[in-house]
């Protein structure tokens, strides 16, 4: 069974920084393409950041473009988002995602398997 674990997230002081991991395991997602999703409070769950499977490629949020850096290391079968310059609005909960082709999508329903996710939250 496919499982994928969040970790790293916690309480920042805007303007800090945070790095968020996502272990893999169960089966090993080196061909797949992987991203990380939140959602606030009261809104939708929205893409934040993928990479394709060969890391070749990466595509951001406009909202986090220039703060947030997604890698992925697939010796350990592992997905990072590095966080910095955090803002209030960057309060959510962040979720890891990975989908079979191999390529990056937006859309959360384009993405087979999901993490429980973990909780950012920015004060002001």
């Known amino acids: 069974q496919a499982q994928l674990v969040e970790s790293g997230g916690g309480l920042v002081q805007a303007g800090g920084s945070l790095r968020l991991s996502c272990a893999a395991s169960g089966r090993t997602f080196s061909s797949h393409a992987v991203a990380w999703f939140r959602q606030a409070p009261g809104k939708e769950r929205e893409f934040v950041a993928g990479?394709?499977?060969?890391?070749?490629?990466?595509l951001y949020a406009d909202s986090v473009k220039g703060r947030f850096a997604i890698y992925r290391d697939n010796a350990k079968n592992t997905l990072y988002l590095q966080m910095n310059s955090l803002k209030p609005e960057d309060r959510a909960v962040y979720y890891c995602?990975?989908?079979?082709?191999?390529?990056?999508?937006?859309?959360?329903?384009?993405?087979?398997?999901w993490g429980q996710g973990t909780q950012v939250t920015v004060s002001s």
């Open positions: 995602a990975a989908r079979v082709p191999p390529l990056i999508a937006t859309k959360e329903s384009e993405y087979d398997y």
């Open positions: 990479v394709s499977w060969s890391a070749g490629n990466t």
